[in-house]
C-alpha cells in the first residue's frame, strides 16, 4: 500500500489530454512538500517529468504540466503521443516518516 | 552526463546477503548530492530504500531499515547496497539514482531522485 495514492491505469486516443491524479494527506502533499512526477519506460531508468510540482527538466515537452489541489497533486499531457505510453509515478515527502521521500503505487497510460 | 550503472548477482538463495554496486561516470560522487537505491518489487511500484551522502551520513526506509547498509567509495566513484536476510519478497528490479537534498526539521534528508540506473533484475529463490 503506497503512501500515495495514483489510479491504477488511464488510457487516451493520440491527440488526448489526460490526467494522473496522485492523492496524498496532511503530512505529505498537503503539508506543501515538493511532488515529482517520473515517467517509466519498463526495462529503462525512470526519466524526471516534473519537479518541485510544476518545473520541467530541460528537454521536457510543454505537453506535461504539473498542479496541486489541497492533498492531491496532477499530472497533465496534451496531445497524446504513442511514445507517451508508460508507468508514471508522483514522489513527495512525509512528515511521519521524518521527511523521508515517498512514491505513489504509479499509473499505466496506454495510448489507444 | 551523468551515468548510473548498477552490477552484481541476478540469483539469491533466502537467507543469503545481497550486495550491489553503483559505477558513477559523469560526475563527482563527492558533491553535494545524496546517492540512493529504488526498487520495484514484480507488479508492484517504487520503493525508496535509501540514501547515502558522500561524507557517510545515510537514511533509511523504516520498512527495511533493520536490513539494510549503503555505503560510498569516493575512491573509485561508486556507493554500494547490502540486503541481509534476503526473502522472496525482495525479489525486485534495483535501481541506484543520484538524489538531490531536502531539508527537513533542521537538517538535510535525502531528496528528489533526478539521474537513474538502468536497474538490475535480483531474484530471490530456493
Known amino acids: 500500500q503506497s503512501v500515495l495514492t495514483q489510479p491504477p491505469s488511464v488510457s487516451g486516443a493520440p491527440g488526448q489530454r489526460v490526467t494522473i491524479s496522485c492523492t496524498g494527506n496532511?503530512?505529505?502533499?498537503?503539508?506543501?512538500?515538493?511532488v515529482q512526477w517520473y515517467q517509466h519506460v519498463p526495462g529503462t531508468a525512470p526519466k524526471l517529468l516534473i519537479y518541485?510540482?510544476?518545473t520541467r527538466p530541460s528537454g521536457v515537452p510543454d505537453r506535461f504540466s504539473g498542479s496541486k489541489s489541497g492533498t492531491s497533486a496532477s499530472l497533465a499531457i496534451t496531445g497524446l503521443q504513442a511514445e507517451d505510453e508508460a508507468d508514471y509515478y508522483c514522489?513527495?515527502?512525509?512528515?511521519?516518516?521524518?521527511?523521508?521521500?515517498?512514491f505513489g503505487g504509479g499509473t499505466k497510460l496506454t495510448v489507444l | 552526463q551523468m551515468h548510473l550503472q548498477e552490477s552484481g548477482p541476478g540469483l539469491l538463495r533466502p537467507s543469503e546477503t545481497l550486495s550491489l554496486t553503483c559505477t558513477v561516470s559523469?560526475?563527482?560522487?563527492?558533491?553535494?548530492?545524496?546517492w540512493g537505491w529504488i526498487r520495484q518489487s514484480p507488479g508492484k511500484g517504487l520503493e525508496w530504500i535509501g540514501g547515502?551522502?558522500?561524507?557517510?551520513?545515510?537514511f533509511y526506509n523504516p520498512s527495511l531499515e533493520s536490513r539494510v547498509a549503503i555505503s560510498v567509495d569516493t575512491s573509485k566513484n561508486q556507493f554500494s547496497l547490502k540486503v541481509t536476510s534476503l526473502t522472496t519478497a525482495d525479489t525486485a528490479v534495483y535501481y541506484c539514482?543520484?538524489?538531490?537534498?531536502?531539508?527537513?526539521?533542521?537538517?538535510?534528508?535525502?531528496?528528489?531522485?533526478?539521474?537513474w540506473g538502468q536497474g538490475t533484475l535480483v531474484t530471490v529463490s530456493s
Open positions: 539514482a543520484r538524489q538531490g537534498v531536502f531539508f527537513w526539521s533542521g537538517s538535510y534528508r535525502p531528496g528528489s531522485p533526478d539521474y
Open positions: 559523469g560526475g563527482v560522487i563527492s558533491s553535494s548530492y545524496y
Open positions: 547515502v551522502f558522500y561524507g557517510g551520513q545515510s
Open positions: 496532511s503530512s505529505n502533499i498537503g503539508a506543501g512538500y515538493a
Open positions: 518541485d510540482l510544476t
Open positions: 514522489q513527495s515527502y512525509d512528515n511521519s516518516l521524518s521527511g523521508l521521500l515517498v
